[in-house]
């Protein structure tokens, strides 16, 4: 995963270890099975499906570069595969300390709840359509941070675990610029 391009830039992007099995006849949509055993609704995307279709065997397990999103009025967790990435790769994260399946999650926070370890970060996409406002999404993460949080731009490290994403370290960049 390559280092952010400057202080706040906004991604929500992590490696998963597991095994892709496609829908029936379909390629691009299928069921991502982790080493745990969990199973998320997965879909690869456009840039990602040559190279899968001609160089990676979808039968093996193997390190997949993935977007993660929740399912619109659910708390299911969905993947997009925008790649895949050598062994290499993933004993880098686990020297890092992060022995399980692991993502970069940088945005502004929205809410926070300390009781029930909520975390609603906001990511912004990082492309600007001239003319239109900037789209976003939200992810649920499940932790704790400092209070006095909303409204800060987090830099999260978080795991995959029981199909919640588990924040395991952050570092708090500061208020985001409000335009009045």
Known sequence: MPIPSYPKQYRAIGIIRGKYTPLEGKLTKGIME?????????VILSRAI???????????????????????????????????????????????????DYFSIRGEVLYFNRKN???????????????????????ELKGIINNNSIHHFYDFDVVLNDSKLVIQQYIDLGLIAVNI
């Not at 982790?34 to 997965?42: I, M, S």
């Not at 390190?63 to 009025?73: A, L």
């Not at 370890?117 to 996409?125: G, L, N, Q």
């Open 34 to 42: 982790t080493r745990e055993g969990q199973k998320c609704d997965t």
């Open 50 to 100: 040559s190279a899968i279709k001609n160089h990676v065997d979808v039968n093996k397990i193997q390190n997949w570069i993935v977007y993660p999103h929740k399912v619109r009025n659910g708390d299911q967790l969905y993947l997009q595969i925008v790649g895949i990435c050598p062994d290499e790769s993933h004993n880098i994260i686990s020297e890092k300390g992060f022995k399980k």
């Open 117 to 139: 370890e909520k975390v609603i970060v906001k990511i912004r996409f990082n492309r600007r359509i001239k003319g239109k406002k900037s789209r976003f999404f939200k992810l």
